[in-house]
């Protein structure tokens, strides 16, 4: 079938990018707009061909099968992209979809159903011969199977929801624990969960503290599926990705081969048709084990676009119409580097605390090798009801060292004012010696001290006033603030140490002798 027109099932930057897409294959779009008078702050709904209200505030719109159902057969749309999130990955409204004789672009609805479920997907990939960590093989009903599994994999675990994602209803478990306490855990993961997915099963898996979260990209016409290499993701905070880049420094040619493989015998075991993405986790001595798949397209599919020449979105649609992937595994070439960071609405100076609110001013960076997606203009309003991604900024280089370099320049050009945003945590994260070398794991944020540097630079700017500490390169702040951050945990009050707030006493103190010195 010959696809017309798409409704797009979702909002801001993977909105637009669906929509050039579908613009260079002369598709028509549809677009959502919450409510009346919002228009202004939904940059889609100018780009699209045209727009319809969901009249409904917030993310519920979005989640509402049979209004959107309603909207696609009134917009005459011969299928719905999903996108990322919302019903990207819902079985119940793809078949919906498929009841309505209306194209969702993704997998089909069977497919989906087994990949929501992480115990299902584990089971299949243990089928065909993945590796896998220890997990428990059924959902965690009772404190009797919380016991039995407890003991069975012996700490350190983790609790994952069976459904859902997004590093929500995860909780690790490090050393010995009774199991009155994990109970007590549990019951808080679930109740978590319940508000997140309204699903409240979750299970056990052994945790590996030190490892690489190392993701390929596959795409299948339900014939044939080939890969399109992996992308590292191994910077997160909270089990939630911050930054992706592709290829991996960790993966040598051997593994690469060998695990992109394996991506693509699970692809084929179930005949996939669409985008997916499958997750691994990789340890030191570079064992690999089967994590995950995300049947849809991914927040970070740019870097993979970048050293592929491949764009995902195209052939997802190409697929949905019926036809074949266009290239076999051997035309698939790999050129160059790409790193990406989430520019997200986030204070990291506080947390990582989400800063709704509306974007005075903004100046996007540009030059050779630098590209964003973005939903942001000047007066955009920051809803504290959806994720607060405002935009990818990704640069590419001919080798890892160029795309660092030039990703550090682009976020110094960046200008977003209005709402806190992480890029100060990235320009520190880039000039980190481990994030450099490429030794690091999904625990480099907690054990870098970024965080609690970052929590400090407030007094910085607010104490240091001497033209020593103003001409300061940032990686020499850094270093100050980390011996702050050292001298304050020996006095009382410190962070980190008996909870109280910082003493400003003790703070202008330490300064003044920093300034000194």
């Known amino acids: 079938m ?127 011969g993945i590796p896998i960590l220890p997990a ?40 010995q624990i009774s199991f009155g306490d994990l109970a007590s855990i549990s019951l808080g ?42 992308r590292e993701c191994s910077v997160q905070r909270r089990f939630q990705k911050l930054l992706e880049e592709a290829p991996s420094a960790f993966l040598d040619e051997e593994l690469r081969s060998k695990m992109g493989a394996w991506a693509v015998k699970l692809g084929q075991e179930l005949h996939y048709q669409g985008a997916a993405t499958v997750e691994f986790l990789v340890d030191k ?26 764009d995902i979105v195209e052939q997802q649609i190409k697929v949905a119409e019926g036809q074949k992937i266009g290239f076999s595994q051997e035309e698939v070439y790999f050129n160059g580097w790409a790193i990406e960071a989430r520019v997200n609405a986030e204070d990291p100076q506080k947390n990582f605390q989400p800063s709704p609110g509306r974007v005075t001013k903004y100046i996007p960076p540009g030059g050779q090798g630098v ?38 320049r682009a976020l110094d050009e960046t200008v977003i004012e209005g709402v806190a945003t992480t890029i100060p945590f990235f320009k520190m994260l880039l000039n980190k010696e481990e994030f450099i070398s490429g030794n690091f794991y999904t625990n480099f944020i907690e054990k870098s001290g970024i965080i609690k540097e970052l929590s400090l630079m407030p007094y910085l700017q607010k104490k240091c006033k001497s033209e020593l500490i103003a001409t300061l390169e940032e990686k020499e702040v850094a270093e100050i603030v980390f011996k702050i951050y050292e001298g304050l945990k020996k006095q009382e009050g410190a962070p980190g140490s008996s909870g109280h707030s910082v003493s400003r006493w003790a703070m202008a103190e330490r300064m003044r002798m920093l300034e000194e010195e």
């Open 2 to 128: 010959q696809i017309k027109k798409i409704l797009i099932a979702n909002r801001g930057e993977i909105a637009l990018r669906i929509i050039r897409t579908c613009k260079e294959m002369g598709i028509k779009t549809v677009v959502l707009c919450p409510m009346a008078g919002q228009e202004k702050n939904f940059l889609e709904t100018t780009l699209a061909d045209e727009y319809y209200l969901l009249e409904k505030e917030g993310s519920q719109g979005y989640l509402d099968r049979q209004l959107l159902i309603e909207i696609a057969k009134k917009a005459k749309a011969d299928a719905i992209h999903p996108g990322y999130g919302f019903l990207a990955e819902n079985w119940q409204f793809a078949l919906f979809c498929e009841k309505n004789h209306i194209k969702f672009i993704g997998p089909q609805y069977k497919t989906l159903r087994k990949f929501e479920d992480k115990i299902e997907a584990k089971k299949i990939a243990r089928k065909i």
């Open 136 to 175: 428990s093989d059924e959902p965690i009903k009772s404190k009797k199977d919380l016991i039995k599994w407890a003991t069975r994999i012996k700490p350190p675990f983790v609790l994952k929801a069976q459904r859902g994602g997004g590093g929500i209803g995860i909780r690790v478990i490090n050393g």
């Open 189 to 230: 993961v679930q109740r978590q969960m319940a508000t997140a997915f309204s699903d409240i099963d979750f299970f056990l898996e052994k945790y590996l503290p030190e490892v690489k979260h190392v993701e390929f990209q596959i795409i299948g016409d339900g014939r044939n599926v080939v890969h399109l290499g992996e």
């Open 285 to 310: 001595e570079k064992n690999f084990y089967f994590m995950e798949v995300n049947p849809r397209i991914q927040v970070e599919h740019p870097v993979t676009e970048a050293i592929t020449g491949v």
């Open 371 to 408: 590209f964003v997606h973005s939903f942001l203009q000047e007066g955009q309003e920051i809803y504290p009801y959806f994720d607060s991604l405002l935009a990818k900024v990704i640069a590419t280089g001919k080798t890892r060292k160029e795309a660092i370099g030039k990703l550090k």
